[in-house]
T-cell receptor, first 116, second 114 residues
Framework: EAGVTQFPSHSVIEKGQTVTLRCDPISGHDNLYWYRRVMGKEIKFLLHFVKESKQDESGMPNNRFLAERTGGTYSTLKVQPAELEDSGVYFC??????????????FGPGTRLLVL | AQSVTQPDIHITVSEGASLELRCNYSYGATPYLFWYVQSPGQGLQLLLKYFSGDTLVQGIKGFEAEFKRSQSSFNLRKPSVHWSDAAEYFCAVGALKYGNKLVFGAGTILRVKS
């Protein structure tokens, strides 16, 4: 069974440009999470999808970030326009829907974003 | 506010020595706890988890962790470290009350001396 995959693995862009990150969760996982680790800081939650619906987007830093999960399969996270402080590693995780019980999140390899 | 503290940013141990990585949490709900590991150039791999029941949990690669509710701790241990264990280790806490999103510690970088 394939794990969580993320694309691209690395991205280097200039300030003001747009970048789109993609996450493919484990097949059958309804829950999809985005997290981010900026340099020297903790990994922080960004948002949570249940199927195609945003369940919690309390961690999204500002309106330059737009996440979508059309059809409840893969998800994209767009940063537009990118700023220097957006540099970091963006992780995606997925988990099964266990109907209100504890779940285990499985993480992808991350996308390393560098904004120059 | 929920928080996870990993007090050691870096730890160096000799190969074959025992290891303990500390994790303390502050959480306003019944927590469930994880340890993840990130090897260089890799993603986050689940080492072990605690949901309920036996407070001593076994994980992959010979790791174990013990949940101590009275101390709000979930320390990770390994009796004999191998050079391949060099990586960054993250403690994470979640709760149903907060929608299962995870709160992570800052990470502990483990270096293994040969």
């Amino acid at each position: 069974e394939a794990g969580v995959t993320q694309f691209p693995s690395h991205s280097v862009i200039e300030k003001g440009q747009t970048v789109t990150l993609r996450c493919d969760p484990i097949s059958g996982h309804d829950n999809l999470y985005w997290y981010r680790r900026v340099m020297g800081k903790e990994i922080k939650f960004l948002l949570h999808f249940v199927k195609e619906s945003k369940q919690d987007e309390s961690g999204m830093p500002n309106n330059r970030f737009l996440a979508e999960r059309t059809g409840g399969t893969y998800s994209t996270l767009k940063v537009q326009p990118a700023e220097l402080e957006d540099s970091g590693v963006y992780f995606c995780a997925s988990s099964q829907d266990r109907r209100g019980r504890q779940e285990t999140q499985y993480f992808g390899p991350g996308t390393r974003l560098l904004v120059l | 506010a929920q928080s996870v503290t990993q007090p050691d940013i870096h730890i160096t141990v000799s190969e074959g020595a025992s290891l303990e990585l500390r994790c303390n949490y502050s959480y306003g709900a019944t927590p469930y706890l994880f340890w993840y590991v990130q090897s260089p150039g890799q993603g986050l791999q689940l080492l072990l988890k605690y949901f309920s029941g036996d407070t001593l949990v076994q994980g992959i690669k010979g790791f174990e962790a013990e949940f101590k509710r009275s101390q709000s701790s979930f320390n990770l241990r390994k009796p004999s470290v191998h050079w391949s264990d060099a990586a960054e280790y993250f403690c994470a806490v979640g709760a149903l009350k907060y929608g299962n999103k995870l709160v992570f510690g800052a990470g502990t970088i483990l270096r293994v001396k040969s």
